[in-house]
């Protein structure tokens, strides 16, 4: 078998165990809720709960179309649906996904980035799973004890240096990509009536677009 072989069926491996999955989770979700509201009587109201979910919507509707998009380069399609189902997607699987695709000099694409990926993900998967046990056991005793400044850094500034890090580890691959990469949420930030979910959106297919242009240039350079 070939890579496009191999890759037809990794993937349609993934989508017949990954997509049943994901679904299945989605809908166990709602089994705490439903037990409640069958157990004190309590059912919300229809129109209630279409006015929550179109809040939830417009609040975070661009993540459905972006996270998985901007994602998909480093987790492949394995690890997407792996890292939907178990989340910290963001600050835990892209960082240990694309952080082991550099050490293995995985190419993005291929079936050995796949499976590197699906083998970095699961890896952090358990890791997590380990220490989030242990955190909710000593957790609160530990934070308690910590001074007040270093509370404050760890809620206020440990996401934005895990994707600090992540940025800066493809910044350094491709330099100019990164430079629009950065330069685009910052002109939204100063325009400063740009939304956050448009920002969002502008950054991720941006980007894209702007990687697909130094692409076809160099295409056409190399011919």
């Known amino acids: 078998m070939d890579h496009q072989e191999y890759m037809a069926v990794w993937k349609k491996n993934c989508i017949r165990i990954g997509s049943p999955t994901n679904i299945l989770a989605a809908l166990t979700a709602?089994?705490?809720?439903?037990?409640?509201?069958?157990?004190?009587?309590?059912?919300?109201?229809?129109?209630?709960?279409?006015?929550?979910?179109?809040?939830?919507?417009?609040?975070?509707?661009?993540?459905?179309?972006?996270?998985?998009?901007?994602y998909y380069a480093s987790l492949g399609m394995s690890g997407t649906y792996l890292s939907f189902l178990s989340g910290n997607i963001g600050n835990m699987r892209v960082p240990c996904a694309s952080l082991a695709l550099d050490l293995t000099e995985s190419e993005t694409g291929t079936i050995q980035a796949e499976v590197v990926s699906t083998m970095a993900i699961c890896g952090s998967i358990i890791t997590n799973l380990t220490a989030t046990t242990a955190a909710a056991l000593v957790g609160a005793s530990i934070v308690a004890i910590l001074p007040e400044a270093i509370n404050v850094g760890l809620k206020s500034y440990a996401s934005a240096a895990i994707f600090g890090a992540t940025f800066g580890n493809y910044a350094v691959k491709k330099p100019k990509i990164a430079l629009f990469g950065a330069l685009i949420p910052i002109a939204c930030k100063l325009v400063g009536t740009v939304p956050a979910w448009l920002t969002i959106v502008l950054s991720v297919f941006g980007t894209v677009l702007i990687a697909r242009m130094f692409y076809v240039a160099e295409s056409k350079k190399a011919a």
Not at 33 to 42: A, G, H, P
Request: proline share 7%.
């Open 30 to 70: 709602f089994i705490p809720v439903i037990y409640l509201c069958t157990k004190f009587d309590c059912w919300p109201d229809i129109q209630l709960v279409l006015s929550a979910w179109a809040l939830t919507a417009i609040a975070f509707g661009a993540f459905y179309v972006v996270e998985p998009v901007s």
